[in-house]
């Protein structure tokens, strides 16, 4: 099963997650990017107004791929409106996708993730999982709206069991030639 990751990420923890998730699943990894920088106003408005923002062309070879990754973080219970621009676009491909996202963390955000994808894509995710912050050990010792994540915490992270069951069905499984 070949899975492509494309992700999201504004200050560099959804990059940190899908790198090494990229590797424990022997995925591809593209990156949505966009033609004017972003900042914290920007942000705002796009939270605000809930809006679409423009992103960068990304050329996909679809046909290559079986499991389809999404990562992104939330902003005010809203999944990145760069990620947002991008499974609008793509939304006939998205058949057989996940998403994932190292956030903050708030409770009853799974379900308002689910219903935005339901509203923005034409297929239902195989799984969401939130990595969240708040629950960090660490946090409590380094309390920021700007939490950069550590290895530690990513392996923490990955021992969730939604996550191994995701594993269990996308890594590619090398086979021992004898
Ligand atoms: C403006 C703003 C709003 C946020 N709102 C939420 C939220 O509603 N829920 C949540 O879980 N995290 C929220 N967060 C935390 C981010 O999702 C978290 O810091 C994430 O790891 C950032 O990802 P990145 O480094 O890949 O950009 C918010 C962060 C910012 C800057």
């Not at 990156?31 to 972003?38: G, N």
């Not at 990304?58 to 990145?80: E, K, R, T, V």
């Amino acid at each position: 099963m070949k899975t492509l990751i494309v992700y999201f990420s504004f200050t560099g923890n959804n990059k940190a997650l899908a790198d090494t998730i990229a590797m424990d699943l022997g995925a591809d990894v593209l990156q949505i990017t966009e033609p004017k920088k972003r900042g914290m106003f920007k942000i705002m408005l796009d939270m605000f107004f809930n809006r679409f923002p423009r992103i960068n062309e990304l050329s996909i070879p679809w046909g290559q791929y079986d499991h389809i990754l999404l990562m992104a973080p939330i902003w005010n219970y809203l999944i990145a409106h760069p990620m947002k621009t991008f499974i609008r676009k793509n939304k006939t491909y998205l058949k057989n996708y996940s998403f994932i996202t190292l956030c903050g963390g708030r409770e009853t955000q799974n379900e308002k993730i689910a219903k935005q994808l339901k509203k923005l894509a034409t297929y239902e995710p195989q799984a969401i999982i939130e990595f969240e912050i708040l629950k960090l050990p660490t946090y409590e010792e380094q309390k920021s709206s700007m939490y950069k994540v550590t290895q530690d915490d990513l392996k923490a992270f990955k021992q969730q069991e939604a996550y191994q069951k995701l594993l269990e069905t996308y890594a590619i499984k090398e086979e021992i030639l004898q």
